[in-house]
């Protein structure tokens, strides 16, 4: 039986892949600009022409990445759902600061327990 609550996740993992995909193009343009010359955008003009371009990626991929999530989360149930969105979500913090190492112990902590929930029918309790 459907619930209201069926796509939640699926639009929270859209959201995050979306703002994924938002960061690379960003940094991709950021780096093409200041390779031209400069540590910054030179102008308002560069930076938003990233952003349209940005804008258009998601848009253009955002309606297949949530179809795909959507039938990929089909079958989960709330403790795996959140184990994979505190993964994902802490992955996409990491990322979008240069200096957060990935690997520090609270991530890999994060991810040690998203893991164990989101396999938690098959791990025996003592």
């Given at each position: 039986m459907a619930t209201p609550?069926?796509?939640v996740?699926?639009?929270?993992?859209?959201?995050?892949?979306?703002?994924?995909?938002?960061?690379v193009v960003y940094?991709?343009?950021?780096?093409?600009?200041?390779?031209?010359?400069?540590?910054?955008?030179?102008?308002?003009?560069?930076?938003?022409?990233?952003i349209v371009a940005f804008l258009f990626v998601t848009g253009f991929l955002s309606e297949p990445i949530f179809q795909t999530l959507q039938s990929l989360?089909?079958?989960?149930?709330?403790?795996?759902?959140i184990g994979v969105v505190a993964i994902a979500s802490r992955v996409l913090v990491n990322g979008m600061v240069s200096h957060w190492r990935p690997d520090d112990s609270l991530s890999v902590?994060?991810?040690?327990?998203?893991?164990?929930?989101?396999?938690h029918e098959q791990i025996p309790l003592i």
């Open positions: 609550f069926d796509n996740v699926a639009t929270i993992l859209q959201g995050v892949a979306v703002t994924a995909i938002g960061l940094q991709t343009g950021y780096r093409w600009f200041k390779n031209i010359g400069s540590n910054q955008f030179s102008s308002k003009e560069g930076a938003q022409v990233t989360t089909l079958g989960w149930d709330m403790i795996q759902e902590l994060i991810y040690i327990i998203g893991v164990a929930m989101f396999f």
